[in-house]
């Protein structure tokens, strides 16, 4: 309870930034203590073609309202830090040309040279939790990168979850990552890793199962919350990744995104892409090489995730069970 009342009074502080401009309808919202999620918007300058990023970003706010929620999307334009955005401001972010990538470590830059920043998850997290924002929603989390023994590229998104409060709802982890390394990662960092399913299997993005495990796994939404509430209780400080299998329906042939996976990683290396670039690179060309059928598929999982967080939100935001 104690740490909830710093969470408060750091929302109030970092409310009062000039740079920092909280839309009307999520402050009214974390006002009244009513469920919000936040959304990220590096998935919508960088890893969506226009004009599908428009679209999912619009119906991602609409599923979020359906379920009795405020979507929050987090970016960064015009030297402002903007939380929850208008219409006009999905439509000029999603149709930015010289938009940047910005994780944790480039906000401050962005903010500078006021440009238009798509804020990845560990910038969304440290943003959403300082103001107040509880859940957050995505389609896949950065990890750790297959060959990090040679270039030491790890997601700064690890990093966060290790240190941020904030529950992220997403697909488990792309297989662009080595999934295994990852998991290791987060268990050594004390992040809680949830499987959304009667199985324990971690998920693999694009396929529902990997050869991997959670920490532990439920269909029962209540007990996630309660999770999350005890951890903030003992004062722990990382936080939660609720992995949601992707329906059975929708799953991409696992040999298939391998195959076109590993000869992306291949074009990767052989252009010498590096760091940040990384990730938006294999994203756009699996989604080339798989004829759009990727990029169907991730947005119905960002869909599906949008859903679950908005209950899980709810049931944070209610009374103490
Ligand atoms: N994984 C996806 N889609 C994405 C990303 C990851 O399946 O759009 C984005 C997210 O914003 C994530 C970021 O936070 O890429 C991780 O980038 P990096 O590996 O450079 O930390």
Not at 154 to 170: N, R
Request: charged share 25%; proline share 3%; net charge neutral.
């Amino acid at each position: 309870m104690f740490l909830r009342k710093i969470a408060w009074v750091q929302f109030r502080l970092f409310g009062s930034r000039s740079d920092l401009v909280i839309s009307p309808k999520v402050r009214n919202a974390l006002n009244q203590r009513r469920a919000v999620v936040a959304l990220e918007s590096t998935v919508i300058t960088h890893g969506l073609p226009y004009p599908h990023n428009l679209e999912a970003a619009t119906s991602l706010e609409e599923i979020i309202r359906s379920e009795d929620a405020e979507p929050a999307t987090i970016a960064i334009f015009n030297g402002k830090i903007h939380i929850g955005l208008e219409p006009d401001d999905l439509k000029r972010i999603a149709e930015a040309k010289n938009a940047i990538k910005v994780s944790k470590r480039d906000i401050a830059y962005a903010l500078e040279k006021e440009l238009v920043g798509g804020t990845t998850v560990a910038a969304t997290m440290y943003l959403a939790h300082s103001a107040g924002i509880r859940v957050f929603s995505t389609g896949g989390i950065g990890g750790v990168h297959r060959g990090a023994d040679q270039t030491f590229d790890i997601s700064a998104d690890l990093q966060e979850l290790s240190q941020t409060p904030v529950c992220v709802v997403c697909a488990g982890v792309k297989s662009i990552l080595d999934i295994g390394k990852t998991l290791e990662y987060l268990e050594t960092h004390s992040v809680n890793c949830i499987v959304y399913s009667d199985k324990n299997v971690f998920p693999g993005f694009f396929t529902a199962e990997t050869q991997y495990k959670g920490q532990l796994n439920t269909e029962n939404l209540e007990e996630v919350a309660k999770i999350i509430e005890s951890s903030s209780d003992l004062g722990l400080h990382a936080g939660t990744i609720l992995a949601c299998p992707i329906p059975n329906e929708l799953q991409v042939d696992g040999d298939f995104i391998e195959k076109i996976i590993k000869d992306a990683l291949e074009e990767a290396k052989a252009k010498r892409i590096i760091s940040q670039q990384v990730t938006p690179f294999i994203l756009k060309r699996v989604n080339e090489l798989s004829e759009g059928k990727s990029m169907k598929t991730n947005i119905e999982l960002l869909k599906n995730n949008a859903k679950i967080a908005s209950k899980l939100a709810k049931l944070l935001a209610g009374p103490r069970f």
